[in-house]
């Protein structure tokens, strides 16, 4: 299965169109080394600034921590004006999603350069993991990452009706346990109320927030049992879209879509089925 | 897929069929129009209710709240008297769950005018989010809505034996861990241990009592391990029902109800199938 | 579907035979009357002995709860003699599961008449709770119970050794969790540990015992999301097995078993299938 | 079916060929007794290291663990020796992970005899759990693990791209609760707001650290229902697998593998299906 590169606008001069093909494609081998190479910075570079927001860390490794950010920023920016250079259609590429995320993972270094910023702004540097997407979608996971995609999406109306349901139902369950607890033991307000109705139904059960009066526990009891049993909705919808899309299999090679339901192989040609 | 309105009792004179067609019908762009209103308000009023019992915003914005309920209040009495006046058979409507949440979402705020009332009784009012349903009853959504609904309930039988087993098996836990932590650590009754139960079993795990002595902790092991495998139960049950009524797919359109697994289309008339 | 009682050994002559036939069985009216009335008699006293162990009610009203122990005790007494009485083979109704906690949910009361003895054994009472399952027998409700009993039970070789890997995993993940927590913060032992192990795998979380260092953070990261994907197996196993029998569904009228999966009728002879 | 023993290399003289039975097959009676009598003393060699952890139980049991573990070991070392002295080709064994786990779960008790060790050396000992695999590798029970594993196995992709997702989902939310929760509340750093994030999307919930601003709770609770929504994916992901693999069933005596979804029993010879 063929993918077409994001932005199919190749210049026609030549060193342009070798940058091109090694930043864009991953047919070649310098493409592909390039890939895994961008890969391992962006990986690297998310662990450095979570790292980074350790305290005792910080205060040991300032200076290894500015030199190490100063390195990766200089090659991502590098990065991004070959990215802009080698391709015909510049606005197109720089108001993308991609291309404001690319830009975003560079800026805040800079802007720090120039005056002292909230620390909080550094943060932004790890929309760059984002930029994993980019590589993953050149890659052969694609095909298995649209399917789980397209189930989703198929299934959405029935989940968004479903949430719709839920929600409901959790911020009726939230007023009724702040009168039942008469605005007592951290159920002080309805929001804080429906807080623990989602934590409840949820089966997260931090513990923050939990009943103290018998009427609450009663209550909290028949709000579990249901919760208990409603989670099987959104895995059945899931579940029944799945197992309808394996059925929908159609053949890379030849277009052949009826397939039993077992199908490993295109009846058709023997293509192999993902 | 027409769906029809709830009380169809038009009203035979020119102004109170035009507004029976805006409040009760959604064909014409001023009905939908109405709708997206009345749906706006209501969410803008839940969240009203929510936000006015956080002690603080209560203490500063006392009298924009006041204001802001009064005049939602207006409104929706206006409303519910056009839907009075608008039809033909009222004590229907008055006394159809519907009408009973109308009134009982405007009513609280009278009674407050009259004497000073315990603050809970304002809570009534969240009532209005039920509404949210009514307008979602005459939209396409309703559709999946149906589906999920009578999916849970042709499996209902089974949830309920199943949520019947469940119950005697927390009781007879609950008794257990009373039993063997003695009465303490927070399991200082059945009902308490039951609650306890309740919570381990569902993976709630709150926390605000968990087993302290090596019995019960073995005890909570064998409870925990049991609940997991449960928990696929529900979800197989409801799975294959989900499954099931898939293949029960009936065309709108031809009626022809004889499709296979994966049907998309009609395969007699070509209808487009949910 | 016709249900053979459990006893089948009906005496000849007539008193005998009509209590055989309110107490066993529930085709007359006198039968299913008396069935109801157990049920709410063993509803009423199993709560009863939930409430007895709140310690507030026992001091205020311990006279009351005796009293009304004392009535419900005499009526399953009775109860219990005439079931002796009216059958033929009375030593195997005696020594079946079923008679053995039929007495057991008296004897308790009559021993503390004699001595006082360790409050817990009146705990022993709450068996009576398994007797709700005698009356659901001879019920409706009993075909869709079979279906996830059986359902389980053809699954149950697979979840045995799913629990089997679960089971070596978390002994490891405890053990590991132990080293790396060096015996603080709760995992003060290996069983500790592994009590550990599976509140986080079972994702009930209480949050009794909680990594604190980094490392154990890490693992528990690790630990989580593992348990996150693991629990879909035995959902994936019960889900599974609960469509195969839908298939495999019997018509109960003329016993044609060749049905397609979304039967809803025997396709032989009309007969509803459950 | 038959399944072949890991090491086939049958020594030609009597005496070894007969130990090489006994140790290695399980199909004669003295090579079953062998497996059971090895299955138990695995078992209790387990609970024995892991009880020996409990600070009290050390203290005053400590010689009794002291010669159990002698004698456990003793047991085990002359077991490895029979191992190496009955095959041919004692590299492979040795050398192979089935090998090592033998050795490295005797190797501590001589380490301590020469020297004092840290403790935590003797839970190396844990890895004799992992010899139960070997005892039932060559059980019945096989057939179903590798019924889950491989379903497992295939729907590995699919997994692999679930967890990525997740993963960045994971770290972004992380992030975010670190900005809003300003590093307070125990979100002390970016690492530990992930592992909240964690705790909190697989529903375990411990409540070490949970979110204690107002816009910290909203965002948990857009993350706790996501999360509930998303577990519906690796669910379906195995259960359609488990689904699939059914009806790929090979039939053991004659090979045939065309058989229906609900096949108990192969079409063509008859022979009972797993």
Redesign the interface.
């Known amino acids: 299965m063929k993918i077409k590169p994001e932005f199919d606008l190749i210049p026609e001069d030549g060193w342009r169109k070798k940058i091109y093909e090694i930043i864009y494609l991953s047919d070649t081998k310098a493409g592909r080394t390039f890939d895994i190479g961008l890969l391992i910075l962006i990986v690297f570079s998310?662990v450095l600034?979570?790292?980074e927001?350790?305290?005792i860390v910080t205060l040991q490794y300032y200076k290894e921590f500015y030199y190490a950010e100063f390195f990766i920023t200089i090659i991502f920016t590098i990065e991004y004006l070959l990215r802009i250079i080698c391709i015909k259609d510049r606005k197109e590429y720089i108001f993308s999603p991609i291309g404001i995320i690319d830009f975003l993972s560079i800026i805040p270094f800079y802007i720090s350069l120039i005056f002292p910023v909230w620390h909080?702004v550094a943060?932004i540097r790890?929309l760059r993991?984002?930029r994993?997407?980019r590589i993953?979608n050149l890659a052969d996971?694609m095909h298995?990452?649209h399917?789980?995609v397209s189930?989703?999406k198929h299934s959405s109306?029935?989940?968004?009706?479903?949430?719709?349901?839920?929600i409901?139902f959790i911020?009726?369950i939230?007023?009724m346990m702040?009168?039942v607890e008469d605005?007592k033991n951290g159920f002080?307000?309805?929001?804080?109320s429906?807080?623990w109705a989602?934590?409840?139904?949820?089966?997260?059960?931090?513990?923050?927030i939990?009943p103290a009066t018998?009427l609450g526990?009663l209550l909290?009891?028949i709000v579990?049992?249901c919760?208990?049993?409603i989670?099987?909705?959104?895995?059945?919808?899931?579940?029944?879209?799945?197992?309808?899309r394996?059925?929908?299999l159609k053949c890379d090679r030849c277009g052949n879509d009826d397939h039993g339901?077992?199908a490993?192989y295109c009846k058709i040609c023997g293509e192999k089925m993902v």
Chains 1, 2, 3, 4 share one sequence.
């Open positions: 998310t600034i979570m790292v927001t350790i305290p909080f943060i790890m993991i984002l994993i997407f993953f996971y298995d990452g399917f789980i189930a989703l109306r029935k989940i968004y009706i479903f949430l719709l349901f839920m409901i911020v009726i939230g007023a702040y009168v605005g002080s307000s309805i929001p804080q429906v807080y989602v934590v409840t139904i949820t089966t997260v059960g931090y513990g923050d939990s018998p526990k909290s009891i579990m049992l919760g208990y049993s989670i099987a909705v959104p895995t059945g919808i899931v579940t029944s879209e799945f197992r309808r394996r059925s929908d339901d077992s490993r």
